[in-house]
Nanobody, 122 residues
Framework: QVQLVESGGGLVQAGGSLRLSCVVS????????MGWYRQAPGKQRELVAR???????NYPDSVKDRFTISRDNAKGTVYLQMNSLKPEDTAVYYC????????????????WGQGTLVTVSS
């Protein structure tokens, strides 16, 4: 009944920018927190950015001051603006949402998108 659809990944040169989008489709009525994670080969999935329903954000030091997460509750969409990209940012980026309540009252604790590949060339 709910699905996260991501877009915006691609190939970009170091120093460039990309904007990722994630739309929560289905019959979602409310969403608690949303975030972006990434996973590179041989590494565990790591948090990139997170935003609560109240707008509080957090970022790891590796992306702080370069990435910005935002959300549009009316559109059920979360964004990740990535600036000053570095080769080490190369990874599959996944959208995440928790506390999704759908029209029937069912609450999903955690939902993941399919992932979108970001490749940063030197």
């Amino acid at each position: 009944q709910v699905q996260l659809v991501e877009s915006g990944g691609g190939l970009v040169q170091a120093g460039g920018s990309l904007r990722l989008s994630c739309v929560v489709s289905g019959s979602a009525r409310s969403i608690n927190a949303m975030g972006w994670y990434r996973q590179a080969p041989g590494k565990q999935r790591e948090l990139v950015a997170r935003i609560t329903s109240g707008g509080t954000t957090n970022y790891p030091d590796s992306v702080k001051d370069r990435f910005t997460i935002s959300r549009d509750n009316a559109k059920g969409t979360v964004y990740l603006q990535m600036n000053s990209l570095k080769p080490e940012d190369t990874a599959v980026y996944y959208c995440n949402a928790d506390g999704i309540t759908i029209a029937s009252g069912i609450r999903y604790l955690e939902v993941w998108g399919q992932g979108t590949l970001v490749t940063v060339s030197s």
